[in-house]
C-alpha cells in the first residue's frame, strides 16, 4: 500500500522543477545575449555573427545542434528508467547522479574558449550544450515520470502540477535575476568585467538549482510513496506504444509550438528592454516577477475554471489569447505610453495563458499515460514523458534558433526590426498551436 505525501513532501518534489527551471531559464535568456548581445549592453561578442546562405544565423544551428542527441538520449533514459530495478527504486538514483553535471556543464557554458570574439567559441558552446542537455535527460526524464505514480486520481494530477508549474515559474523569475546578480557583483567584489560579473551570477545560480534537485531524492522514497511496476516492453515497442496515442500526438505537437513561441519571446526579454524601451536589463527581473506573481495568485481561478470547462477549452482560450497579445511586441517603443507601462503592462495581462499553459500540460500527460497503462497494462509514464520532454525540447532549441535568426535582421537601437519580428512569429506560431490542439479528444473516446 503507497502512503500518499503530504504539502511538505509535494513542495519537495516541486523544488525539483524549480531548480531544472532556473538553469534552463538561464540557458534560454542568457546564452544569446552574452554570445552576440546589442551594442549597448556593454558586452563583446564572443563569436563572429556569420550568416550562411545569407540567411542562417551559425549561432543558431549551433545552438540547435546541442538538441539532436536528445532525440537518442530521451527515450534511452526512459527505457532504462522504465525498466529500472534498483533498490532505490526506478526514477530516484538517475535523478541523484546526474545533478552535479548539470551545474558544471551549465557553469561552463558561459566560460567560453576565448572571452574575445572567436570562431572556436561555436565549438566550445556546441560541446558544452550537448553536455549539459544530456546531464540534464537523465534527470527531467525520471523526475516527471514520477509525477502519475505519486498522484492517483485527476484531481491529485492537476494539483501537483499546480505545484510543478508554481517552481517552473518561480525558477524564471530568479533566472531572470542574473543581470541583478551580475550588477550587485560589480558593485560589492569591484568586478570590473560584466562578463565575468555575468560569470558569477549564473555559477552563484547554477549552485542554487543543484542544492534545490536534490531536495526530491530526499524527499521521496519509492518504496512507499509509489506504486510501479518495471515495463517488460522493448525499447522500440514502448516507444511505439507511446508514439500510437493519437491524443497525446496532438498534445505533444500543440505545446510543442506554443514552447516555441514563447522561447523566442522569452530568448528576446533582454533586448526588449535594451534595444526597445531603453530600460535596464537588470528590470527584466523585475517584469518576470511582476507576471509571476500575478500568474501564482490566479491560479485557484484556473483549478476552478478546469474543473467546471475542463483542459481543452481552457488551453484553447489561452492559446488564441496569447497569439493575440504577442502582436503587441511589434510595437513596443512605439506606443504613446511611458515605456515602464508598456513592459509592466505587457507582463499583468499575459500572466493568465502562462499560467494556464503551465498547470495543465503535466496533468493531461500523466491522465494519458495512466489511461495507456489501463488499457495496456504496461506502466511507461517515463517513456510518455520522455516524448513530452523531447519535444519541448525540440521546441526550446526551436526558438532560440529562430530568434538568433530573427536578430540578422537588426538587434540594435538603430537597427531594431528583428526584435520587433519576434512579435509577429511567435503569434502565428501560437495560431498554429491552437489549430493543433483543436483536434484533441477531451473525453479520451477514441484513446487510441
Known sequence: MTVKLKNRGIAGYACGMLGWSIMTNIITVMLI????????????????????????SVLSLIVASGRLIDAVTDPLIAFFSDHSKHKKGRRIPFMQWSVIPIMVTCILIFVPFSTAENALNYIWLGVM???FYISMTVYIVPYTALLPELASSREEKVYFSAWLSAGFVLG????????????????????????????????SLSLLSGLLMIIPTLTIDESIHCKAVPSSLSLKASLAQALGNRNFRKFVLAEALYIVAMTIIVSGLLYMLRVLLELEEALGGLVMGVMVIISLMLYPLILWLVKRYGEKKILLFSLAYLSILMLFIFFLGEVPLPPKVQIFGFAVVAAFPLATLGILPYAIIAELAEKDQRVTHQQQEAMYFAVRNLAIKIGQT???????????????PDNDFGIRLTGLVGSAIC????????GYEEDGEHFR
Not at 561578442?45 to 542562417?56: D, H, M, S
Not at 542574473?178 to 549564473?202: C, G, K, N
Open 398 to 412: 526551436l526558438g532560440v534558433a529562430i530568434f538568433a535568426f530573427l536578430i540578422i535582421f537588426g538587434k540594435d
Open 431 to 438: 495560431l498554429l498551436a491552437f489549430l493543433t490542439f483543436y
Open 129 to 131: 550544450q550537448a553536455l
Open 172 to 203: 524564471i523569475i530568479i533566472s531572470s535575476q542574473t543581470p541583478w546578480l551580475a550588477d550587485l557583483f560589480m558593485e560589492t567584489m569591484e568586478v570590473s568585467s560584466r562578463l565575468e560579473a555575468m560569470q558569477y551570477a549564473i555559477g
Open 33 to 56: 545575449y552574452i554570445y552576440q548581445p546589442p551594442n549597448n549592453a556593454n558586452l563583446s561578442p564572443l563569436v563572429p555573427q556569420v550568416a550562411i546562405f545569407g540567411f542562417l
